[in-house]
Every structure is written in C-alpha cells, then in structure tokens.
Nanobody, 128 residues
C-alpha cells in the first residue's frame, strides 16, 4: 500500500520561495511516475511537475522556470521547489504516485488520471 504525506506549505509573501516535501511509503522509485498537482480555490486540480523513474522531469508550461521537482530515493521523498511565488500559486498542493505496474510516459506524466495514490495535500497561500 502506497502512502504519501505532503509537508512544507504555508503562508508567504509574493516573491518568496517554498520547498514542499512528500514523504512516501510503499512507492517504488524504480518504476512509474510521481508528480505534484495544484488545486487553486474553485478550480480543477492541475499537474504542475512530474518525474519519471529514471529522473527525467516535466514541468507545466504555466510554472516553467519557477517550479522544480526532484526526488531522493534514499530519503524516500519527493520535493517541489517553488521560486518567485505569485498570488496565483495559492492552492492545495498534492503529490501523487502512479501504480507500480503501469508504464510511465512523458505525454501523461502531468495527467491526473495517471495516478492512483494521492496525499492529503499541503496548503500554500501567497499574499501580494
């Protein structure tokens, strides 16, 4: 059973930075994809950054240059570094893991339906 737990959210001023963490249990870093999603108030959940088992990453066009996804297999953790925070970055941030038996593909790494396991989320609030 895969368990994911996000942390690191908070309230920050625009222009600041945050590093979100996702502690994992039962997730295989050698197969499948993992990703970070953001759900702004009143909006759908969108993929912002994904990482494939061999380390290749993909970042959403709207956050490219400011969001960086990484993983530490030894720490069994995923990370999302967010720089130059903007008010529109406000939302709940979730990490997600793909089923180990599924094939990880570049074209689907930011799609919500790629993932079966989700954390509870961590809130990020950015004030101007």
């Amino acid at each position: 059973q895969v368990q994911l737990e996000e942390s690191g959210g908070g309230s920050v001023q625009a222009g600041g930075s945050l590093k979100l963490s996702c502690s994992t249990s039962g997730y295989s870093y050698n197969t499948g994809c993992a990703a970070w999603f953001r759900q702004a108030p009143g909006k759908e959940r969108d993929g912002v950054a994904g990482i494939m088992s061999y380390g290749k990453t993909r970042v959403g066009d709207s956050v490219k240059g400011r969001f960086t996804i990484s993983q530490d297999k030894g720490q069994r953790s995923l990370y999302l570094q967010i720089a130059s925070l903007q008010p529109e970055d406000t939302g709940m941030y979730y990490c997600a893991a793909q089923k180990a038996s599924e094939r990880c593909e570049w074209r689907t790494v930011l799609r919500e339906d790629t993932y079966v396991d989700w954390g509870q989320g961590t809130q990020v609030t950015v004030s101007s």
